[in-house]
């Protein structure tokens, strides 16, 4: 072989770089040795190193390859560096140091049967260790490039396979000049057990038939030409290492058939013998029915790239949807959880999917690492996979199960476990998407980020030759965040173009890391989801109050409803996740009006046509004289059984708490048996709406609102600084400075007329901030004195000063204390209104609105 050497460069320099005792700089001794008679001296001083292990290809086609490779990166030694580090085969340092900086180009021999890589001179350095460095990384690069060429050569069809052998070959060579000049030095068999290992993982999919017979029976043979190629680079400096590597690889060789034969059955992937894929995750992951799901597309590429798979697991459906039933009773306080039962998973998939998806996985709604930790260790001795693809930890964080050291930690036991029970199986881990922002959770976002942080550095870590495992970049490649979704239906979960997303994710990991499939195409959409119009809408007084279903449609994420009560302007709107909605909060008579649209969170249908009932509801009356006062963790709440209709049927009391100075959080209820119960478990200093509703044998009723409190504290101060406001004849505006510890505020109302007896009765409602509003004041507000006091549960300060309204000016127009002239422009504002709630129903729905308009759940509620 030729080694072509420039002198120019140190003539021109005088640079001369360090030796070892008693050797020549290293640019010397390539400048001034005869290298078997081949030196020549270069005018443009280019270093140029050639391998010729005399194989044969096409050499139009070789070629376009190299035009091809130089073209990839601004410098050769960027190619040549990213390449190697595709295959990582565990042998020689990978420190950075190792790998220096250069460009250059690539040629063919003359014959044709070898490749030389040629650094510009403006690139090489005076110095031992850039040479030595230089020399591993050419060595290696055209090595790869040389086992390519041979295998292309009788399998043209597999040039991924060929990419693969190349690849690990190259990196091996690499390394083991590495080993060299590190002063590393080990044994052949190690080499050799090590590299079949990273090739074997690698050729899941390939390695199979005409390929495994060459891979046995010739490749040894090509890395015998490569040894012999290597013996011929003779100058000094590289001589005692090019033999080292040679007789290593000569070694190998003969081992290699031996190795290969033990590889034993098919490897994953191939036809005899498919790739074992299991898919552990969470609701991202499971899908709802009628989802595509990303685990389909992730089929479709194996399909579509010719890897043969087999999706493993204990499970094989979406999430099911919950069937419609009415509103059920609390537990009773102390009472067992009910039993959950096994997972809802017999959901289906989009209509248009392919019915030969492999559905198999091991991912449920809800779940998290802290739980599939236990769980992964028996799911693989029954299920053998290959590989597992994880997408967990946002639950972990989002439910508050742990921070992101703890879900971090939750995640090594996982990859621990499942290697108890399969020591060789590969992982691709995915990080933690982040969501649209929760009012009061800013410390997910802050959370995911750290998280995500720490699994990138941990994997290297955690990763062996054994059991690669490999990152997944989620988060990246997944159009969610903080600030907006639209790979989100709901803020969260993937919608159709969410699934290629993730999808794809897993595809460039599966392709760069494990070398599965020729490519990751991109993908171009909409995709959109049938969202229909529910039909069949009806509304039905039953002894609960009204039921409203509609027929159920295939794959809708939930539905919307909107009702009001006859006459009403505006409607209150709710969303549910079956196709029935229930007003159990309602009195005899209303007439109620109600229509329905599906919501699928990215898209709606139209409203369906009004539907109504009137209700004759047969619940019992809410109990009397609530009384509720705080503890130090919790709150004592007693009360006063009702009396009357449907009393004599009561089961039980619903005690509802509610922390309302908390966004996001949800409506606690327990049942009680007795008149009085202690609810524990709060948080201290946190304000806490309180309810009691009863339930009797056809339902729940209307709840009864007491005093709200804050827990750990005691009575409030007075309020001062009152300010009464008429904003029309009949209707005031209060205002005053807040009480420190209070968690409500009573307004207290006084008659001044003659006739009314002058006691201070309280207003129908309580207020829980430092204004309120008084209406229907007749005959005027300025026959009316007002006074606030303020309350921690039933624990109440003393009443504030009180303030008398302000009298409107006269207008002329008539007496707006009578109601005289009832053409004047004042009558119509002091008369009472033609339509008002029957009976005592102001009052309770008054409380009604309070509770209801008050709790906003979230569109989902589990993740």
Known sequence: MAVVVATALICSTGVSAEAAPGRQPVLAQLATEDLNGTVTAEADGDLTFTLDPRVTYDSTAMQQRLDETEALNPRLSDTVKAELEQFPVGIGSESASEWVDFDGTLRMTADHTGLSLTINASDVQASETWSQWAFAMAMGYLSKYLTVLGCLYLFPELARACSIVGGFTGALIRGLVTQFFNHQLGDAGAYQKTFLKALKAALWVYAKGKLLDWLESKFPGLVT?????????????????ANWVAEVLRDMAEMLPDGIAEWGPPPPGTADAPLRVMVVGDSMTQGDEGDWTWRYRLWEWFKDQGVNVDFVGPYSGTKNPPEAAAPAPPPFQGSPPTPSGPPPTTGGYSADADPAFDRDHFAVWGRQAAQDKTL??????????????VGLGFNDMGWFVSGPEGTLDSMRTLVSEARAAKPDINFALAN???RTRIGGREDLIVNTDA????????????????????????RGNYGCGPDSCPAGYDGLHPNALGEFQIA????????????????????????FRPTPTPSNVSAEAVPSGIKVTWDRAYGAHGYDVQYRIRGAADWSQFHVSTNR????????????????????????????????????PQTAPPPTDIATHATATGVDVSWTPPTGDFTGSIDRYEVITWDVDTPGTFIESVGVRGTSGHIGGLIPGRRYLIAVATWNAVGGGLPEIAHSVIVGGGTPAVPTGLKVTSTDPTTVQLS???SSGAAGYQVWIRSTSVDSGGTYEPDTTTADSTSHTVAFLFPGTWNYEFCVSAFNGNDESRRSDCVVAPRPPDTGAGDPATGDNPAGPFAAEVSPPALMVPGSALDEFAQLNKLAQSVQLPTSTTW
């Open 376 to 389: 992964i260790r028996q799911v693989v001795q029954n299920y053998k996979p290959d590989l597992l693809l």
């Open 504 to 527: 794809q994710a897993f595809e460039r990991t599966l392709h760069t890391t494990y070398h599965l499939g020729f490519s990751v195409p991109g993908f171009s959409g909409p995709l």
């Open 451 to 474: 998280y995500n942080r720490m699994l990138a550095d941990a994997i290297p870590q955690w990763s062996t030759i054994l059991s690669p495992v490999a990152l997944v970049d989620w």
């Open 581 to 616: 909605f229930d007003t159990a909060w309602t009195i005899d008579g209303l007439a109620w009006e109600y229509q329905v649209r599906t919501n699928n969170g990215d898209q709606t249908s139209d409203w369906s046509p009004v539907v109504s009932a009137i209700s004759h």
């Open 736 to 738: 005053w400075n807040g």
């Open 432 to 434: 933690v998407p982040q």
């Open 225 to 241: 030409e490569l040894s012999n190629a290597l013996r011929e680079q003779a100058w000094s400096w590289a001589k005692d290492a």
